[in-house]
């Protein structure tokens, strides 16, 4: 089912998709939210470069440099109105999701400057922004390593507990439970309706330079792994969110190791799992084990953020079965950011969806198998990736980029995806 953006055409596929029993999922990522940002502020500044950041009143500029437009820039983090907007075009302009899942990283990259208090207000702001424009719609949330301060730092319990208690009290208004988990950890589980249940884990403990818990990763493992032996006695099907996907940057290879394990052995309830992270669009094959050629065992979905990093703004919107919670397909959106800060309307377009731009037949795991096989080996249909993986932004892949971005693609655990490389 195609989300046109037409708010006439979706109120007639709304019938459609509920006589077919096909809801949607709205994913948001990485929006990275400054507060302080100031239209016309300079985009190349004094220090910019060293975590300070840009587009801030105060800012000395260095030349070259552009004045912040209204809605963001590529060298900064965003506005809130370029959130407020998005959330109200999504809201004005395509089905209502049945839920959202808002996969991290709402702070900014102002690591020197940022307190603790400020990283929890970015918090506060997205959450009372989702229950604004999305009333009544459950907001499924998890950590992102940009949500702590500082960046990439989270101790254990009590240590942790200034966080953790300002995540708690905020994603309680959005997940319309308490969790104790949250209060204790960051990561928890909630039953979403009888038989099917979301996993959101904490990936700050599974961070190789998180300094201060080195070693929690192992406990949040086992409760993972805890969680899934309860979801198969129950009959429960299951979805893992999560910030850091199994071989992005910072993670260990101790999570990337068990991870894969873990989901192989869960692989029948686990039924999709969703990242963020890199800011790009892309996905990765999950396997039984860490060696090449290892077999196949899931698939991995990582949206283009929000934030214009090297991008125009994007988001994604799930097609699923009510029923069986598969995925059936997906859709990305994405924003014109020098178009808007010009003062065209204000709308995303369009890019595309897998199961056209690839030829696919399903969203299954053996299905994307095939497409990177695919990919692998037919630069035309490679570059059609890259070319969405870029959020259609135009940018240069040599013959090495190529390589990387498959490998990346077939091998989450790094000394694999080492020997794929060459």
């Not at 046109?4 to 994913?27: C, D, E, H, M, S």
């Not at 459950?138 to 992102?144: A, E, K, M, Q, R």
């Not at 097609?319 to 065209?344: A, C, F, P, W």
Request: with cysteine; proline share 5%.
């Amino acid at each position: 089912m195609k989300l046109y953006n037409n708010k006439f055409i979706n109120l007639l596929l709304l019938p459609f998709t509920i006589a077919t029993n096909i809801g949607t999922v709205l994913q948001i990522t990485d929006h990275h939210l400054d507060l302080y940002y100031k239209e016309g502020a300079p985009t190349n500044c004094f220090l910019g470069s060293t975590g300070m950041g840009c587009c801030r009143k105060l800012n000395i500029p260095i030349k070259p440099y552009n004045k912040a437009g209204k809605y963001g820039d590529f060298n900064c983090d965003i506005p809130t109105v370029l959130l407020q907007d998005t959330f109200n075009w999504i809201g004005q302009n395509l089905v209502k999701p049945d839920f959202i899942l808002w996969t991290g990283d709402s702070a900014g990259h102002h690591i020197i400057t940022q307190t603790p208090s400020e990283n929890m207000k970015t918090i506060e702001v997205t959450t009372d922004l989702f229950i604004q424009y999305f009333p009544n719609i459950t907001v499924y949330p998890c950590l992102g390593n940009h949500d702590t301060y500082p960046v990439d730092q989270l101790p254990k319990k009590p240590l942790n507990k200034y966080i953790t208690n300002s995540i708690s009290k905020q994603w309680s208004k959005l997940l319309n439970t308490d969790t104790p988990n949250i209060v204790n950890y960051g990561y928890y589980t909630t039953l979403v309706k009888p038989g099917f249940r979301i996993i959101s884990l904490n990936s700050l403990y599974f961070l190789s330079n998180n300094y201060l818990c080195p070693n929690c990763g192992v406990e949040q493992l086992n409760w993972l792994e805890s969680t899934l032996h309860y979801a198969v006695l129950h009959k429960e099907k299951v979805w893992i969110i999560g910030h850091v996907l199994p071989n992005g940057g910072g993670i260990t290879k101790f999570f990337s190791y068990h991870f894969q394990q873990i989901f192989s052995r869960y692989n029948q309830i686990i039924l999709s799992n969703f990242w963020g992270h890199t800011h790009y669009d892309q996905y990765f094959l999950i396997r039984n084990n860490n060696t090449i050629n290892a077999t196949v065992t899931g698939v991995g979905y990582v949206p283009a953020a929000l934030i214009p990093d090297k991008h125009n703004p994007s988001f994604r919107i799930y097609d699923y079965d009510r029923t069986t919670m598969e995925i059936l397909n997906y859709h990305q959106y994405s924003l014109d950011l020098k178009s808007v800060n010009n003062g065209s309307k204000f709308k995303y377009n369009y890019q595309y969806n897998p199961i056209d731009s690839y030829n696919m037949s399903n969203m299954s795991y053996t299905e994307w198998e095939r497409i990177t096989q695919i990919f692998k080996t037919s630069r035309t249909m490679f570059d059609k990736y890259y070319y969405n993986y870029n959020s259609q932004y135009p940018n240069e892949c040599d013959s090495q980029c190529w390589k990387d971005k498959i490998c990346d693609i077939e091998y989450v655990y790094s000394d694999v995806n080492t020997l794929c490389v060459g």
